[in-house]
């Protein structure tokens, strides 16, 4: 049965009007009225937006889920759902519940992230073909994606083609790493998890493939690690790694030093806060949903920040609990956590959980009636329907959710207590056990009302260790599921919540206060009356600086008496910040191992998995780095991720060490005379809805020329989709004038020339592009050359629109976190942007722009 769409509003608000309401619903928070405005707010594709307010989107919301509500048996009202999600207070849901739900302008899934596979792990090239596909098919609906690359066969193996030798996992790395680039659109970007076990041969290749500049920047990467791994590197003792991986009679087999690889995997987070690890024995014996393995819910990857592990084709929604709400009187002396509210909160959040799953059945029904309507060939289209029916068939079986958390940092300093103390792990801990046990319950309860989630059976489940726990604690509810089974065959999650975060105006999902006051600068007229002028930048323009307290600091300075409105010092912010329930509490302070400590306690209590980053200062050592990976196994972690600051940008070459070596010598590194062939890389990308494609001749991994045109036109380049490596050759023809031109192999292994790419763009391109080029080669810096091509003046739209082409296709070089000058965040206006991955990422608000 299609959804039918939700009748579009009349009215519409101008982008000024809407923001001005924003702001003062946010009071004042132009960062929180940005980020709604410019991802939330109801809106067609002409931008006309049709809600004035998050109020007028809980109620689009509220009215949606009461729908599903009203089949079943006990309803909530709309107002009883508007009452629990309005102003951001008690239910938040997530991302693409929270755009999609009521939206009649989107054709697009509910879900924030997805998992895809083969059946039979196939390595073949169509198989590896049709995760592209489906890949690519997920993320234009809004979702991120994770897949495991573990079935792929490794480098030098045998295949029955003309290659004869297999090129291993890193090539198809690259390949779904430059999908999830091609289909970013809008600003919004692709997010791609792929991860490997660490008992294939080739895990090592895959492990250190980010460390090149310009690979795999579309895609976080994960390994899964075995406890036999891990107990080899305790003891070290040499581990066998495998292809198939875990065979009893594996085709490829090599013992490797444990030590070795460990100290690997260690040493690239410790420089590049990647691989991320994933714990893969404890989130097997741990999943509630591979119990089922035989039936289809083996899980095989995670989501793209790790919170989901998933089986292919599943896929979950998220919701976060505000958890500052449930503290009355914070912040003084008789501050204590409503847990009875609270209970009954949690209940009615896996409710609402299990609505949307309904809702996301209509949207799933409605792409699948888009897909039928679309006027491609059937053939065409197989892909893509038969993705869409297998999502829709997990989704109706499995009826998977995502019930989290936000604000544990707030929560604890509300109640006056230090977040990362033993007193703060312990209360921590209860709240989740709370919520496992009270949202298992939901769904029992929902099962009595509503039916089973499809494969319910407790037989298989019984040994489990999460369910074992829930037997435990409360014998009435496992007896109670005994008899009515359960709605959900996964419930619990704790994902990284940047933009809720702004919106409930406190600190993100399970992890402490990143500063609790710090400093902004706004732009000023130095000429006009009453302006306070703190700082000059290097080009003459005049800031003022301004305090920013975070919300609920500032809350305990207005409950504790203390003046908001003073313009403090920075010894004064600092006495206040002592003073304060967020004083040794921050990101930066929290000790590590008691971080790591707490994330393994509560781990117990959910049933998905966790989403924590370990902020370490950056002057760590890489020993330490590996004493809290392996205490995290130890305490029994799914997943693990460090952030050593600035290890970022140091992924290629630190600040200071950029400054040491930039030297005359190395500004002019190029070869003076250009080599006869160079590598190349090829870069797609959208362009005022054409299609574009760039050739970006490469030495030492850095641009040297560029090429860049319209693709798949009768006057343009037509070269596979699926080519994204090749050689430029620079040739003569028949007449004696030179060119340029590209070579590649074809699926067969033969080489393919495309000749005079000079000739195949516009003439006007060629000047300019000859330009560009020669300043590559003189070793002028990336984000320097794409300032310079921003600022060129001129007349021709066409020129123009080739002229943003190849910004484009040049930023994937920029190092990571340089940072970008003259440049404002389109969310909150700061100046305070860095290059990552190519995108503009603000490091204020977190907003990413990649256009």
Request: hydrophobic share 35%; charged share 30%; proline share 4%.
């Amino acid at each position: 049965m299609n959804e039918k769409l939700t009748e579009v509003p009349q009215k519409t608000y101008t982008q000024e009007e809407a923001f001005q309401a924003a702001l003062k619903y946010f009071k004042n928070d132009d960062l929180a009225a940005r980020v709604w405005l410019n991802k939330y707010a109801l809106k067609d594709s002409e931008g006309n937006i049709y809600e004035l307010t998050p109020n007028d989107m809980h109620k689009r919301i509220a009215k949606e889920i009461a729908s599903v509500e009203s089949k079943y048996p006990n309803p909530l009202s709309q107002k009883d759902i508007f009452d629990l999600i309005k102003d951001f207070k008690y239910i938040v849901p997530q991302g693409s519940p929270m755009a999609g739900i009521g939206n009649p302008f989107q054709i697009a899934s509910l879900s924030n992230c997805f998992v895809i596979g083969n059946d039979g792990e196939s390595d073949s090239y169509g198989g590896i073909m049709k995760i592209d596909q489906e890949q690519v098919q997920l993320m234009k609906r809004r979702g991120g994606v994770g897949h495991d690359l573990s079935h792929i066969r490794p480098k030098g193996s045998a295949v029955k083609n003309s290659a004869l030798t297999s090129t291993g996992i890193v090539p198809f790395m690259e390949r779904y790493s430059n999908s999830t680039r091609e289909v970013a659109q809008d600003g919004r970007r692709g997010a791609l998890m792929l991860s490997v076990s660490i008992n294939h041969p080739d895990s090592e290749d895959f492990i250190n493939a980010k460390l090149e500049q310009g690979k795999v920047t579309g895609a976080n990467v994960s390994v899964r690690i075995d406890d036999e791994f891990m107990k080899a590197v305790k003891d070290g003792k040499t581990y066998t790694q495998k292809y198939p991986i875990f065979s009893a009679t594996p085709k490829v087999s090599k013992s490797i030093d444990a030590n070795a690889l460990w100290k690997k995997i260690v040493h690239n987070a410790w420089k590049s806060a990647e691989p991320g690890i994933l714990f893969w024995d404890t989130i097997i014996n741990e999943s509630v949903p591979d119990c089922y393995a035989d039936l289809g819910y083996k899980t095989v990857s995670t989501n793209p920040c790790g919170e989901i592990p998933l089986c292919p084709y599943d896929s979950c929604r998220l919701l976060a609990i505000n958890l500052f709400s449930y503290v009355e009187n914070p912040f003084t002396s008789s501050a204590k956590f409503n847990f009875e509210l609270f209970k009954k909160h949690v209940a009615a959040a896996q409710r609402i959980m299990d609505d949307v799953i309904d809702l996301e059945l209509l949207k799933i029904d409605n792409i699948l009636k888009k897909i039928d309507e679309d006027p491609e060939q059937d053939e065409v289209k197989r892909t893509e329907k038969n993705l869409w029916l297998n999502i829709q068939r997990k989704a109706e079986e499995g009826r998977r959710t995502g019930v989290g958390i936000t604000a544990e940092g707030d929560m604890l300093a509300a109640l006056g207590i230090k977040y990362g103390s033993k007193e703060g792990n312990a209360f921590s801990l209860e709240v989740h056990k709370t919520i496992a046990i009270e949202a298992y319950r939901a769904s029992v309860h929902l099962a009595k009302e509503r039916g089973a989630f499809g494969i319910f059976d407790i037989e298989r489940e019984k040994n489990n260790p999460f369910i074992q726990r829930l037997k435990e604690a409360d014998d009435k509810l496992y007896y109670e599921m005994l008899e009515y089974g359960r709605r959900n065959i996964a419930l619990l999650t704790i994902a990284p919540t940047g933009t809720t975060s702004l919106m409930t105006q406190t600190t993100s999902g399970i992890e402490p206060v990143f500063m609790p006051v710090y400093k902004r600068r706004r732009k000023v007229n130095p000429n006009d009356k009453d302006v306070r002028v703190d700082f000059v930048d290097e080009v003459g323009d005049s800031w003022e600086e301004y305090v920013v307290f975070h919300h609920r600091f500032k809350q305990w300075m207005e409950v504790t008496g203390v003046d908001t409105k003073v313009n403090y010092s920075q010894d004064e912010i600092n006495a206040l910040i002592k003073k304060s329930p967020y004083y040794e509490a921050t990101s930066n302070d929290v000790d590590w191992l008691s971080k790591v400590s707490m994330q393994g306690a509560i781990q117990k209590w959910v049933d998905h998995s966790i989403s924590v980053t370990i902020n370490l200062p950056n002057d760590v050592s890489e020993d330490l780095v590996g004493e809290l990976y392996l205490k995290a196994w130890e305490v029994g972690c799914k997943g693990v991720t460090v952030y050593r600051d600035g290890s970022r940008s140091g992924v290629l070459i630190s600040n200071d060490e950029k400054k040491k070596e930039e030297t005359e010598e190395t500004l002019t590194a190029f070869p003076t005379k250009r080599p006869q062939s160079l590598e190349a890389d090829v870069v797609r990308f959208q362009n005022s809805k054409e299609k574009w494609i760039a050739f970006i001749g490469i030495i030492d991994g850095k641009p040297y020329e560029v090429f860049t045109g319209l693709a798949d036109d009768e006057d343009g380049i037509l070269i596979p989709r699926w080519v994204n490596k090749g050689v430029i050759i620079k040739n003569r023809g028949e007449d004696g004038v030179r060119r340029y031109d590209f070579q590649y192999k074809n699926a067969r292994g033969y080489k393919t020339t495309i000749e005079g790419l000079s000739h195949k763009f516009n003439p006007e391109f060629w000047n300019y592009a000859k330009l560009i080029s020669s300043t590559l080669r003189h070793g002028m810096p990336i984000d320097k050359i794409v300032d310079l091509i921003n600022s060129l003046q001129l007349d021709s739209e066409s020129i123009n629109t080739w002229k943003n082409g190849v910004v484009r296709a040049l930023k994937r070089y920029v190092e990571d976190g340089t940072k970008a000058k003259g440049q404002k965040c389109d969310a909150c206006k700061s100046t305070n942007l860095i290059y990552q991955e190519g995108c503009l990422t603000c490091k204020d608000c977190g907003s990413s722009k990649c256009g």
